[in-house]
């Protein structure tokens, strides 16, 4: 990583950071406890069994994709690739650090870099025309 890049990153993670705690410091924390404490807990954890069921749908998207370049590539460290680049995408100001990420582990995984580049490109085409689709 060139020196302005390590610059760019390391500035992105202090504007990010400084944007969680200004926000938190002005959250009403017993309001928070309040509505914590009155939660449907069956809803949050439906609410959260869907959100990881779309981390399966995406993670076996982008191993069929890998697999039409006969790349082979276990569901379980596609799950974890993508989880990790979802930590990026929120925690950094952009979304181009996941997908950037998850190209990496495409990559590592043997599809070279024009292969990883175009993997990611055309799942994201895909779930965009999902999400059209939807919609």
């Known amino acids: 990583m060139s020196a302005k890049n390590l610059v760019l990153v390391l500035l992105k993670v202090f504007?990010?950071?400084s944007l969680i705690?200004?926000?938190?410091?002005?959250a009403d924390v017993s309001q928070i406890w309040q509505t914590i404490k009155t939660a449907n807990w069956g809803i949050l954890f439906a609410a959260f069994s869907i959100f990881f069921i779309g981390y399966v749908i995406t993670a076996t998207?982008?191993?069929t994709l890998l697999g039409?370049?006969?790349i082979p590539a276990k569901l379980r460290f596609l799950i974890a690739s993508f989880s990790v680049s979802i930590f990026f995408n929120?925690?950094?100001p952009s979304t181009i650090g996941g997908d950037a990420y998850r190209m990496y582990d495409s990559y590592r995984l043997g599809a070279g870099k024009s292969r990883a580049i175009a993997v990611i490109f055309i799942d994201r085409v895909i779930g965009l025309s999902a999400l059209l689709l939807i919609a």
Request: proline share 0%; aromatic share 16%; hydrophobic share 55%.
């Open 15 to 17: 504007i990010s950071t």
């Open 61 to 63: 998207r982008w191993k």
């Open 21 to 26: 705690v200004w926000l938190v410091s002005r």
């Open 68 to 70: 039409a370049l006969g």
């Open 90 to 92: 929120n925690f950094l």
